[in-house]
């Protein structure tokens, strides 16, 4: 009965992780635009700005 | 408009955990956005975007030729090369290079971020960066 509820507990956890892996991503090339930070860091920002 | 103090609360709230890079999508339609651009790549060239960055956020919508130039001089860059820079378009393939990239990607409206390629359209408050940075962060597992 344990086994079965932590079976449950599992498949849920995967799913919602599995949910945010399939988010809408873009592929933005950075070439050599300014940047700031580690090149190796987990998150990158990307903006595009007007100055004005 | 550039983003800001938003990304600037980011960078701090998540120190060496986020890469951030600037692209131009300079306005086509208002005066001083392309100058604004080239203005900031010269600064790069001389190895100071962002300080020259910062001051234009700040000093915004005042960014004619002349407000930059004096921009560049309170920065302490070598202002003749920058002039010459701003005014021969030295950065203008950069530009463009960004343009078509925003166009490739059905981009028209600024400030646009992409982070981790999920994209973000428009100014949003801090707790809705944040939301995006914990979940990318989670599924890095850092």
């Given at each position: 009965m344990h086994m079965k509820k932590l079976l449950i507990c599992l498949c849920v956890?995967?799913?919602?992780?599995?949910?945010?892996?399939?988010?809408?991503?873009?592929?933005?090339?950075?070439?050599?635009?300014?940047?700031?930070?580690?090149?190796d860091a987990p998150v990158t920002i990307i903006e595009f700005i007007d100055f004005q | 408009m550039a983003a800001g103090p938003t990304v600037k609360q980011l960078l701090q709230t998540y120190p060496g955990k986020i890469r951030l890079v600037v692209k131009n999508y300079p306005y086509k339609y208002r005066d001083f956005a392309r100058i604004a651009a080239e203005a900031s790549l010269a600064a790069?060239?001389?190895?100071?975007?962002?300080?020259?960055?910062?001051?234009?956020?700040?000093?915004?919508?005042?960014l004619d030729r002349a407000s930059l130039i004096a921009y560049a001089g309170e920065l302490g860059l070598d202002v003749p090369k920058f002039i010459k820079a701003i005014d021969g378009g030295d950065?203008?393939?950069?530009?463009?290079?960004?343009?078509?990239?925003?166009?490739?990607?059905?981009?028209?409206?600024?400030?646009?971020?992409?982070?981790?390629?999920?994209?973000?359209?428009?100014?949003?408050?801090f707790d809705f960066f944040k939301k995006i940075i914990d979940e990318e962060l989670q599924l890095a597992g850092r």
């Open positions: 956890l995967l799913l919602s992780v599995m949910a945010q892996a399939e988010e809408k991503r873009t592929d933005v090339p950075i070439g050599d635009s300014p940047s700031m930070g580690p090149a | 790069q060239a001389q190895g100071r975007y962002w300080e020259m960055h910062d001051l234009m956020f700040t000093r915004s919508p005042k950065h203008a393939a950069e530009i463009d290079r960004d343009l078509q990239l925003a166009q490739s990607i059905d981009l028209y409206n600024t400030p646009t971020f992409y982070i981790n390629g999920r994209q973000v359209v428009g100014e949003r408050p």
